[in-house]
């Protein structure tokens, strides 16, 4: 699956930078026995339906003619979003001192999410300051980082 993303994620690069925009992420995940390939792009001053439509319309005939996916699957271009999943060490890097919530696969004193502002991430590991409180999680314990409205 990694060599899918990989693959799409080369393809999908330059026609997103040739449209002004970034490419934020490629997911190739599977939903309710349907499997689907989305790109999430981003653009200073937020992405409209028209920026997706481009990248959407000019990225299609190259999977169709690539096909780096056997199977069947939807294809879906959109915003990165307000709340949008940090994953790259560079998106960590951005969004220092914003405020995230930390998704963990285990609680930890009794619970899997805490909210504050990303104060470090190095190797995976996510520092971020609750209200006064530094809170530090290893990239084990880490399930996903998102962007949070205050």
């Not at 699956?1 to 995940?29: C, F, H, Q, S």
């Not at 792009?41 to 190259?62: H, N, Q």
């Amino acid at each position: 699956m990694n060599k899918i993303v990989d693959l799409v994620t080369e393809l999908a690069r330059p026609i997103v930078l040739e449209n002004g925009l970034e490419l934020w992420d490629v997911e190739y995940v599977s939903e309710g026995g349907q499997w689907y390939l989305r790109i999430y792009i981003d653009k200073e001053g937020g992405v409209s339906i028209d920026d997706c439509e481009k990248v959407s319309r000019a990225l299609d005939p190259i999977l169709d003619e690539k096909d780096p996916i056997p199977t069947s699957y939807i294809f879906e271009v959109s915003s990165a979003g307000l709340e949008r999943t940090l994953k790259q060490p560079a998106h960590f890097q951005r969004f220092l001192g914003e405020n995230v919530e930390v998704k963990l696969y285990k609680p930890l004193d009794g619970s899997k999410l805490y909210a504050g502002n990303l104060t470090a991430h190095e190797n995976g590991d996510v520092t971020i300051d609750c209200g006064g409180k530094t809170m530090h999680f290893t990239k084990k314990q880490v399930a996903s980082v998102r962007l949070r409205l205050a």
